[in-house]
């Protein structure tokens, strides 16, 4: 639990990025979302089982309440589609520990539904020395979340489970161009040698990059 304090390692990313396109002036037209929300247990927390409706509409079976982060993630998305009428996301979390048995704690990985805002992506973040690694999106992994008594399951199961993540949010993307970046192990460093200890900052300096080069 000592750690969990640097799970709200993708709201600073989004934060960081935004305060160096500011000082910079940057002129782009830029939109951060950041679902701040406490994670605390109390008389009103989920269960699993339960069934909850999301911004968008959708019901969604909570089969583990350890991934509550896409589900503000969910709706920051649904926000920014239908409130500010964006043309395309960029979301980052610290969303799974299956990045990390995937890819450790030096690669970050990516999904897009989007081969070019993909590459710009990777471009922006090889600048900075940040690695990326594009992980598969394949329809059949929405299998796992399918739900008998909701619109779909909010986690899919152990076997690819930073990909069910990620599947999960694509629905909520409705369609636009979207990036989703895992930085579950790459936000916060406690022992590899090729990274500073504590908080990496990790994608700030990749997001303003994107946003700055477009």
């Not at 929300?37 to 109390?42: H, V």
């Not at 395309?88 to 890819?103: Q, R």
């Not at 590899?192 to 303003?208: E, F, M, N, P, R």
Request: include cysteine; charge should be neutral.
């Amino acid at each position: 639990m000592f750690e969990m304090k640097s799970d709200m390692a993708g709201a600073a990313s989004v934060i960081g990025a935004m305060c160096a396109i500011a000082a910079e002036k940057v002129e782009r037209n830029v939109i951060a979302i950041v679902p701040a929300c406490e994670n605390a247990i109390n008389e009103n927390a989920y269960r699993p089982g339960d069934i909850i409706k999301s911004m968008n509409g959708k019901t969604v079976e909570i089969i583990n309440t350890d991934a509550e982060g896409r589900l503000a993630l969910a709706d920051a998305i649904t926000y920014a589609v239908r409130n500010e009428k964006v043309t395309e996301i960029v979301d980052i979390a610290t969303l799974t520990g299956a990045v990390m048995v995937a890819l450790g704690s030096l690669t970050t990985g990516v999904f897009s539904n989007c081969d070019e805002k993909y590459s710009m992506i990777e471009k922006a973040s090889r600048l900075h020395g940040e690695k990326v690694w594009r992980m598969p999106l394949f329809e059949e992994y929405a299998e796992q979340l399918k739900s008998t008594v909701a619109d779909i399951k909010h986690t899919g199961g152990r076997m690819g489970g930073s990909i069910t993540a990620a599947k999960f949010l694509e629905g909520f993307a409705e369609g636009l161009p979207w990036t989703h970046m895992d930085i579950a192990g790459t936000s916060f460093n406690s022992s590899v040698k090729w990274v500073k200890k504590g908080a990496t900052g990790v994608g700030v300096k990749s997001l303003y990059s994107y946003v700055k080069n477009r």
